[in-house]
């Protein structure tokens, strides 16, 4: 069945530094999206990106969907401490939407 | 406010109790979601139901019984529970069933079974 992995599980950065998380489908994807989980709190959704190539930006933060529509990242330059929690990639498929395992981003001052 | 409602927040029960958790959106969303959230594993979906008719059920215990009596509103019934079923049980909706919808999470209710 489809999968979608995403990596690292676990990033501790100072702040001021960059962060990447990687998001992998084993199959094409429609879309993949982008959610946060702040500490004790729930997903909230990020973005959604839909076209092979595209880029979007959302202050600090990039993200880019791969030309097979199979890869995606998030980036944030200049980590904040707010910038704490766990980021989750989704998959769309045809009719699922498929959770990568999250990547924890610790921020240390 | 999410826009999604769940309650309780907290819900602490024996195994032997039955308890129900509840889920409401204010959205006009077509679709709702149950999923379970635990510190070793990844976010698993439960069950789907579109237009209150359930659609999807990942292999899902019997003592997990949901209920969707319509498109705003929808239950988990949980009785004989076992220690490992503690966990964060998000609700979701989405405009409609399928992988393009993006989701709108409540704020979970945090189950512990004794």
């Known amino acids: 069945g489809q999968q979608v992995m995403q990596i690292p599980q676990y990033q501790h950065v100072q702040e001021g530094e960059d962060f990447t998380t990687y998001c992998n489908s084993s199959t094409t994807l429609s879309n993949i999206q982008w959610y946060k989980q702040r500490p004790g709190g729930h997903p909230v959704f990020l973005i959604q990106l839909v076209k092979s190539g595209e880029v979007k930006k959302q202050k600090r933060l990039t993200f880019q969907f791969g030309e097979a529509k199979k890869n995606s990242s998030l980036h944030i330059t200049a980590t904040q401490t707010t910038d704490v929690g766990t980021y989750f990639c989704?998959?769309?498929?045809?009719?699922?939407?498929?959770f990568g395992a999250g990547t924890r981003l610790a921020v240390h001052p | 406010e999410t826009g999604v409602t769940q309650t309780p927040r907290h819900l602490v029960m024996g195994m032997t109790n039955k308890k129900s958790l509840k889920c409401e959106q204010h959205?006009?969303?077509?679709?709702m979601y149950w999923y379970k959230q635990s510190a070793k594993k990844p976010l698993e979906l439960m069950f789907v139901?579109?237009?209150?008719?359930?659609?999807e059920n990942n292999s899902v215990p019997s003592r997990f019984s949901p209920e969707c009596p319509n498109s705003s509103h929808l239950f988990l019934h949980l009785h004989t529970l076992q220690p490992e079923d503690s966990a964060l049980y998000l609700c979701?909706?989405?405009?409609?069933?399928?992988?393009?919808?993006?989701?709108?999470f409540g704020a979970g209710s945090r189950l512990t079974v004794l």
């Open positions: 989704a998959g769309g498929g045809y009719n699922k939407l498929i």
């Open positions: 959205l006009g969303h077509n679709a």
């Open positions: 139901y579109n237009f209150k008719e359930q659609t």
């Open positions: 979701a909706s989405s405009q409609d069933r399928g992988g393009a919808n993006v989701l709108t």
